[in-house]
Nanobody, 126 residues
Framework: VQLQASGGGLVQPGSSLRLSCAAS????????IGWFRQAPGKEREGVSC????????VYGNSMKGRFTITGDNAKSTVYLQMNSLKPEDTAVYYC????????????????????WGKGTLVTVSS
């Protein structure tokens, strides 16, 4: 079982990035797939989550309207489109999976995580 996050990089404020989370060893249908981030010196923060079962989504408050999470179950891949990036979005972004319909709890950081992927660094700086 593996989650592989990719797509991070160095971008200027106002730019966009798309992160990908490729899953292997399990199917997304029965899982909630979430993105988390952790900035230096700060606690881990729930960014967004998508249900592999019905595609419903949840977002953290500071991401609403700027970030969009989508999933392609056939490719076992979840994407995080990030627009209008700000310096405060700088962090290591991780994807994670939890079996069951727990997106609200995942973003709130209140449920167990079954699988973690390695992070991808996003740096927003001029």
């Amino acid at each position: 079982v593996q989650l592989q996050a990719s797509g991070g990089g160095l971008v200027q404020p106002g730019s966009s990035l798309r992160l990908s989370c490729a899953a292997s060893g399990f199917t997304l249908d029965d899982y909630s797939i979430g993105w988390f981030r952790q900035a230096p010196g700060k606690e881990r923060e729930g960014v967004s989550c998508i249900s592999g079962r019905d595609g419903s989504t949840v977002y953290g408050n500071s991401m609403k309207g700027r970030f969009t999470i989508t999933g392609d179950n056939a490719k076992s891949t979840v994407y995080l489109q990030m627009n209008s990036l700000k310096p405060e979005d700088t962090a290591v972004y991780y994807c994670a999976a939890t079996m069951g319909p727990f997106c609200n709890l995942m973003v709130a950081g209140r449920t167990r995580i079954d699988y973690w992927g390695k992070g991808t660094l996003v740096t927003v700086s001029s």
